[in-house]
Each structure stands twice: as C-alpha cells, then as structure tokens.
C-alpha cells in the first residue's frame, strides 16, 4: 500500500544527514559535556557549535541559547520560570486562546499558584489584534506569550508589533515557534522577542530535544536542579546526539523547501477547493505557515475522514490534532467562531519537503471519494 504522509506538523521524518550526523555521538564521541577529559571536550564542543547554529538562525547569542528536552518543556520553562522570578510582585500572564496545549494547561496550573492569566479572543482567521495585547496588559503583567505559527491553523501572528508593544510597556514577550522555525523569518532582533521556544522534531530533526532563546540579563528560575548545566538554568546531561541533530537541521532547511512547499500547498488548497461544501480554516497566503492546511467538510465527522483516509494509506490528523487522541472539539477552532459541530468535521493536511504532486493527486483522490462515501451515509446530511 502506498503511504503518503500528511501529518508533518505532527512530526516530521528524520533527514538522512541529520541521522548521519548524529550517528557518531552515540558510538564513537559518547563522552559527557561536563567530563574533564579529552573525550568529555569532543562532546562538549558539538554542543556548543549546535548552540551557535541554533542561535545564529534567530539572530541571538550562543549563550542564550539554552538546550531541553522539547518543546513542551521549553514551554514549561519560560511560563513557570518566569512566573517563579517574579511573583508576587507581578503576576498576570497575557496568552491567547489558540495556544498549544502545553501553554494553555501550564497556565491552567499557574492559576492554581496565583497567576492571573488573560486569554485573548483571535479573529475568524486566527489572528491576535495587537491592540488587544495592549489593552490587557496591566501593572502586574510580566509576560505576553502568543504563538507564533498555529499548529492546528497555520496562522501566522505579526509579532514584530506585539513584541514592540511589550517593549514599550516594559513587559516580557515569548512566543512558541515549533511551527514556524525555518518555514517563516524569526528574528529575535528584529521581532523584538525576548524568549522563544524551538523544537526539532518538526524540522527533520530528532524527537526529543528542545531549545529555550533567553535574551541575555532575564531573570528566570530553574526548573531542574542537579549538575548546573546549561548555563545552570537546565541541569541534566545534554542529549549530544539529539543536540547534533537538531543544529544538523537547523543547518541544511533551506529558504527554497518553503518556497516548494508553499506552492504544493495551494496546489493541494485549489485541489480540496473542488469539493463541495467545504471550507478552510486559517489565514492564507505568506500569513499562513507553508505546510499547513486545516479544512472543514460539512456534514461528516473530521474523525470518520481521517480513519477512511488512514484505511487508504493517507495520514491526516483530526480533532485537537498534535496532541491529543481526545473527540473534544479542537479549542482553537472554538476560538476562530465555529460551532463545536463545525469543529469536529475538520480535519488538517501538513506537508513536508519531501511531499511531491504525485501524493496530493493521490490524497486529493482518496479524499474526494472518501467525502462523497461519507455524505451518502451521514445522518447530518439528510
Ligand atoms: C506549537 C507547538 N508547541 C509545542 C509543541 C510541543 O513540542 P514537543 O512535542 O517537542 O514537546 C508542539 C508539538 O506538538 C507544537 O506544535
């Protein structure tokens, strides 16, 4: 059975020279980063050449680049971190109600310790109003932190405003850019960001390993506490090979795999656009991430699609897409206006550099046939 593979903002497939380069840091450079010795010095410098490619691709310094275990802990990090250095002189949290789960349910249990946290409403594409931003912030605020590329959407926020907004009012801007590393330009200069979290296993990269940006002289407590690595912000022994893997990523994304994917993507979009009664959730064009398509199909549940496409050989992903194996209507659907019913009959397609024509004619086949097998027998449709 062919297999086509449209879950790219699940996780991605390894690339060959990622995995090749992160082969000899398992076997033959085994050492430990913080060893005295010659084979502890060999382990040490990856890291550290890892750590400057990474922050070399946002425009920050090799030393605020702190190495973790994913995004979600990145995440993790930067909310309670922060929230622990400065409580409880200040305490409230501005966010967004189409974060990732992992920002939502750390703010959900930052409420229980006596943070305040807004969440902000987005418009029918996804998009933050910056003014909104301003109006929320208070005295008390420390951080705003807004995703940048929506992973169920694909909106992309206009962060360079939000991020001037919270410099002027003196507050703390992060955002997630899981979605976006390398698909869209992130500058933590010229966006005016002041933490930002990465992962790899979006990118090629490997699962597994993370990234904090922390601008230089931000106060932030440590969530682990142990050997002092990291910049004694992160202790734990690095995942060399991890860490290899995902500079090795970083380093071969080329500006030219977005531009491609772009275009298969609204090769795919007008393709999809054939069937009727359907629609597309999220911004389009440059303000959408390039790999990212998130599509309604009235009348038939985005779950029953997904398990006929499955059948099929097609990988799509359904309800809270990422993360989540739960029926609950995704969270940030709800937020762009849809009616749970709406929510539920959508599903998202995310492609990758690897992605040819030949498997979105593919896909777009099976999913036609799926959709008109499914309204034939919908309950909803009569
Ligand atoms: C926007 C976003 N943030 C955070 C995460 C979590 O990353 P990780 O799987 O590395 O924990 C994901 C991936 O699921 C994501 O898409």
Same mark, same amino acid.
């Given at each position: 059975?062919?297999?086509?593979?449209?879950? /790219?903002?699940?996780? %991605?497939?390894? &690339?060959?020279?990622?995995?090749?380069?992160?082969?000899?840091?398992?076997?033959?450079?085994?050492?430990?980063?913080?060893?005295?010795? !010659?084979?502890?010095?060999?382990?040490?410098? $990856?890291?550290?050449?890892?750590?400057?490619?990474?922050?070399?691709?946002?425009?920050?310094?090799?030393?605020?680049?702190?190495?973790?275990?994913?995004?979600?802990?990145?995440?993790?990090?930067?909310?309670?971190?922060?929230?622990?250095?400065?409580?409880?002189?200040?305490?409230?949290? *501005? %966010? #967004?109600?189409?974060?990732?789960?992992?920002?939502?349910?750390?703010?959900?249990?930052?409420?229980?310790?006596?943070?305040? +946290? #807004?969440?902000? &409403?987005? &418009?029918?594409?996804?998009?933050?109003?910056?003014?909104?931003?301003?109006?929320?912030?208070?005295?008390?605020?420390?951080?705003?932190?807004?995703?940048?590329?929506?992973?169920?959407?694909? #909106?992309?926020?206009?962060?360079?405003?939000?991020?001037?907004?919270?410099?002027?009012?003196?507050?703390?801007?992060?955002?997630? $850019?899981?979605?976006?590393?390398?698909? #869209?330009?992130?500058? +933590?200069?010229?966006?005016?960001? &002041?933490? *930002?979290?990465?992962? $790899?296993?979006?990118?090629?990269?490997?699962?597994? +390993?993370?990234?904090?940006?922390?601008?230089?002289?931000?106060?932030?407590?440590? !969530?682990?506490?142990?050997?002092?690595?990291?910049?004694?912000?992160?202790?734990?022994?690095?995942?060399?090979?991890?860490?290899?893997?995902?500079?090795?990523?970083?380093?071969?994304?080329?500006?030219?795999?977005?531009?491609?994917?772009?275009?298969?993507?609204?090769?795919?979009?007008?393709?999809?656009?054939?069937?009727?009664?359907?629609?597309?959730?999220?911004?389009?064009?440059?303000?959408?991430?390039?790999?990212?398509?998130?599509?309604?199909?009235?009348?038939?549940?985005?779950?029953?699609?997904?398990?006929?496409?499955?059948?099929?050989?097609?990988?799509?992903?359904?309800?809270?897409?990422?993360?989540?194996?739960? !029926?609950?209507?995704?969270? +940030?659907?709800?937020?762009?206006?849809?009616?749970?019913?709406?929510?539920?009959?959508?599903?998202?397609?995310?492609?990758?550099?690897?992605? %040819?024509?030949?498997?979105?004619?593919?896909?777009?086949?099976?999913?036609? /046939?799926?959709?008109?097998?499914?309204?034939?027998?919908?309950? !909803?449709?009569?």
């Amino acid at each position: 059975m062919k297999e086509i593979y449209l879950d /790219n903002a699940s996780t %991605t497939k390894v &690339d060959e020279k990622v995995l090749k380069a992160m082969l000899p840091y398992f076997s033959e450079k085994y050492g430990n980063p913080s060893s005295p010795h !010659l084979k502890g010095e060999e382990a040490r410098r $990856a890291v550290e050449e890892s750590r400057e490619i990474i922050a070399k691709s946002i425009s920050a310094r090799q030393k605020e680049i702190i190495f973790t275990g994913s995004g979600t802990e990145s995440n993790s990090f930067a909310l309670k971190g922060l929230f622990f250095a400065n409580y409880p002189e200040k305490s409230h949290i *501005v %966010t #967004t109600k189409i974060e990732h789960d992992c920002i939502l349910n750390a703010c959900k249990w930052l409420e229980k310790q006596g943070a305040k +946290v #807004t969440y902000l &409403d987005v &418009d029918s594409e996804g998009f933050v109003n910056p003014k909104d931003v301003e109006k929320a912030i208070t005295e008390k605020t420390f951080l705003v932190s807004v995703i940048h590329g929506n992973n169920e959407i694909g #909106t992309i926020q206009d962060l360079k405003e939000i991020g001037k907004i919270c410099r002027s009012k003196g507050v703390l801007f992060h955002t997630d $850019a899981c979605q976006s590393f390398t698909k #869209t330009s992130l500058d +933590v200069k010229k966006q005016n960001l &002041d933490l *930002v979290t990465l992962n $790899a296993h979006k990118i090629h990269g490997p699962k597994g +390993v993370g990234a904090l940006y922390i601008r230089e002289g931000i106060r932030i407590t440590p !969530l682990l506490h142990g050997g002092s690595q990291e910049f004694k912000l992160r202790s734990s022994t690095e995942n060399v090979p991890a860490i290899v893997g995902f500079a090795k990523a970083v380093k071969i994304s080329r500006a030219r795999d977005s531009v491609k994917m772009q275009k298969l993507r609204d090769y795919f979009i007008k393709g999809l656009m054939e069937i009727p009664n359907i629609r597309l959730n999220g911004a389009t064009g440059n303000k959408r991430i390039c790999n990212n398509i998130n599509i309604s199909f009235r009348n038939i549940e985005g779950e029953a699609i997904g398990s006929f496409l499955s059948v099929k050989g097609v990988f799509a992903s359904t309800g809270s897409a990422c993360s989540s194996k739960s !029926l609950e209507p995704s969270h +940030v659907l709800l937020a762009l206006g849809m009616s749970p019913l709406e929510a539920n009959s959508s599903i998202r397609l995310s492609i990758s550099k690897y992605t %040819t024509k030949d498997e979105i004619d593919y896909a777009l086949k099976e999913i036609k /046939n799926t959709v008109e097998r499914l309204r034939k027998i919908s309950p !909803l449709a009569s």
